[in-house]
């Protein structure tokens, strides 16, 4: 995304809900912020349609949204601001700072929409559902904690629900046509967009039990053959089959 202008004025406008050294409320941060009875995080919350949606179907829980994209996090803020929004917060950073900012057993429920599926073998550990990245997560997430991932992109999902499986991570909720029967929940921007061009969205809820491994089970395994067919999903299968189709 290209730099907005006067960035700097607008998140200083956004203040409020821009916490200065966000890592000093590890471990307290519902009781920091108004006594509320969960914390859930979304990672990548990108322009904040779905975070500002989130947040109000949701009053009882604070919701952590972090994005590492400034201009992307000012509109995210400003649209919260707009709606009177009192139970989100941003931070400007990455999954990189997940143990940095919330303790053990902190978090109740991660939000993870539509990442970057990273196709090539080479680059397989960059994907947000990865062991080392899907330990992050554990070892912040409350027993029974939830982490609820969706993606258009149907290989990058399949991939991932062995990742969640050889983890230890339990799954529920599991489809790869969410709006099937109409709309469910919450839409992401992008998903709204995807949804427009019939493509078909995968989601799941994977829940952190006894045997879901975390940072503490020692190394992380190496992942072989990882690369992606149909790297871009449906999407490419539809212009790819269209093209087909018109061919003489």
């Known amino acids: 995304m290209r730099r907005k202008p006067n960035l700097g004025p607008r998140l200083e406008k956004c203040a409020a809900l821009l916490p200065d050294e966000p890592a000093s409320f590890r471990g307290r941060w519902r009781a920091s912020f108004g006594n509320y009875s969960e914390l859930h995080v979304e990672l990548g919350c990108g322009k904040g349609r779905f975070t500002a949606d989130a947040a109000a179907a949701g009053p009882e829980a604070l919701l952590i949204a972090i994005e590492r994209d400034p201009s992307a996090l000012v509109m995210a803020a400003e649209l919260a601001m707009s709606r009177g929004l009192s139970n989100v917060r941003f931070i400007l950073g990455d999954v990189g700072m997940l143990f940095e900012l919330f303790a053990p057993g902190e978090v109740g429920r991660i939000y993870l929409n539509f990442p970057d599926p990273w196709p090539k073998s080479r680059d397989a550990k960059l994907r947000l559902t990865a ?118």
Do not use: M
């Open 131 to 248: 062991p080392n990245f899907l330990r992050r997560y554990a070892a912040v997430l409350a027993p029974g904690g939830e982490l609820w991932f969706k993606t258009d992109n149907t290989p990058l999902f399949d991939w991932s629900v062995g990742q969640f499986s050889s983890e230890g991570w339990e799954l529920r909720d599991l489809t790869h046509d969410l709006h099937a029967n109409g709309l469910v929940g919450i839409l992401t921007g992008y998903e709204a967009k995807f949804i427009a061009q019939g493509l078909k969205i995968n989601r799941l809820a994977a829940v952190r039990t006894a045997e879901t491994k975390t940072l503490a089970d020692g190394e992380v395994p190496r992942l072989r053959n990882a690369s992606l067919c149909d790297a871009r999903g449906y999407e490419e299968s539809v212009e790819t089959n269209a093209k087909k189709e018109k061919r003489p």
